[in-house]
């Protein structure tokens, strides 16, 4: 079994940034690769970013490109989501996502391609 503990999130003004962590515990030798994914209030699931354990390849939303980094830790377990130049549009609960599953980067924009997945931490801009 795989446990997801995310942390970070906060109250924020728009413009600063933030760094969300989510460490992994208990079979995190299965997991293959990590998601980041949001989710705003009437809104749908929507992908962030993932990137794979062992060759550090990520794969980004459109959106996202230039203001978020994925990055990871292997010897904390623990993957990284620095978001930079914040926005009220930014507002949601993210959530950290891992799945066991080797496939092409495309796959892991895919929330149902996840196995395990954290709590969620919220994440509210202010304007």
């Known amino acids: 079994q795989v446990q997801l503990v995310e942390s970070g999130g906060g109250l924020a003004q728009a413009g600063v940034s933030l760094r969300l962590s989510c460490a992994a515990s208990?079979?995190?030798?299965?997991?293959?690769?990590m998601g980041w994914f949001r989710q705003a209030p009437g809104k749908e699931r929507e992908f962030v970013a993932a990137?794979?354990?062992?060759?550090?390849?990520?794969v980004y939303a459109d959106s996202m490109k230039g203001r978020f980094t994925i990055s990871r830790d292997n010897a904390k377990n623990t993957v990284y989501l620095q978001m930079n130049s914040l926005k009220p549009e930014d507002t949601a609960v993210y959530y950290c996502a891992a799945t066991g599953s080797a496939s092409s980067m495309s796959y892991y924009t895919t929330a149902s391609h996840y196995n395990y997945w954290g709590q969620g931490t919220q994440v509210t801009v202010s304007s």
């Open positions: 208990g079979r995190t030798a299965i997991i293959y690769a």
């Open positions: 990137i794979t354990w062992n060759g550090g390849r990520s």
